[in-house]
């Protein structure tokens, strides 16, 4: 079984600031990790994958994320918030051992204020 | 390059009455998805398709029914539309194989109101 939790339902911050989206996971087998975004009446856009190459993954648009194994988590950072990056972003889980359907999280929303 | 398609864009219902949404898909992947997304619910997976000619059950099945029609398309039908299923619809394709995982691709969605 495997499970994605996303904290905060919605995260505010100041163009500049720091963002931080955080997620957490559960499989029972090395998982595959990713985050999409989604800006507003579009599909899901993929950020950024890890699939066990590298702990550190860098997307686009600026974002990272790394892997912390003995944290379960994949939390997705940028240094400096762009009023542009207001979307809402899924983190999503699925292993190559058991289900390859991605079980996604419920979103989180980043607002970006001026 | 059109990536995943979905038709139509928008629609509205009545009670009771069928529809068929429709997608394809230009990249050859072998998997495809269906989707319906509402809000604070994240994305549910209805129905998904791993390879031609064959069809499962997802998380939210009832009330759909699918086809893998070929390798490019895979349609959505509501025999009898419900005002709960007042949702977007999204379709996505990707490329799995033994070794890696790709990601999945997305089209833009179906926003379906049923009244």
């Known amino acids: 079984a495997q499970s994605v939790t996303q904290l905060g339902s919605h995260v505010s911050v100041s163009e500049g600031a720091l963002v931080l989206l955080r997620c957490n996971y559960s499989?029972?087998?090395?998982?595959?990790l990713f985050w999409y975004v989604q800006y507003p009446n579009q599909g899901l856009q993929l950020l950024l994958k890890?699939?066990?190459?590298?702990?550190l993954v860098k997307g686009i648009n600026g974002f990272e994320a790394e892997f912390k194994k003995s944290e379960t988590s994949f939390h997705l950072t940028k240094p400096s918030a762009h009023m542009s990056d207001a979307a809402e972003y899924f983190c999503?889980?699925?292993?190559?051992?058991?289900?390859?359907?991605?079980?996604f999280g419920r979103g989180t929303s980043l607002i970006v204020h001026p | 390059n059109a990536g995943v398609t979905q038709t139509p864009k928008f629609q509205v219902l009545k009670t009771g009455q069928s529809m068929t949404l429709q997608c394809a898909q230009d990249?050859?992947?072998?998997?495809m998805y269906w989707y319906r997304q509402d809000p604070g619910m994240g994305l549910r997976l209805i129905y998904y398709?791993?390879?031609?000619?064959?069809?499962d059950k997802g998380e939210v099945p009832n009330g759909y029914n699918v086809s893998r029609l070929n390798k490019r398309e895979f349609s959505l039908r509501l025999e009898s539309a419900a005002p709960s299923q007042t949702s977007v619809y999204f379709c996505?394709?990707?490329?799995?194989?033994?070794?890696?995982?790709?990601?999945?691709?997305f089209g833009d969605g179906t926003r379906l109101s049923i009244l």
């Open positions: 890890y699939t066990s190459a590298a702990t």
């Open positions: 996505a394709s990707s490329e799995v194989s033994g070794l890696s995982n790709q990601p999945q691709h």
């Open positions: 990249m050859n992947h072998n998997s």
């Open positions: 398709s791993a390879s031609e000619g064959t069809t």
């Open positions: 499989s029972s087998v090395p998982p595959y």
């Open positions: 999503a889980v699925s292993n190559a051992g058991g289900s390859y359907i991605p079980t």
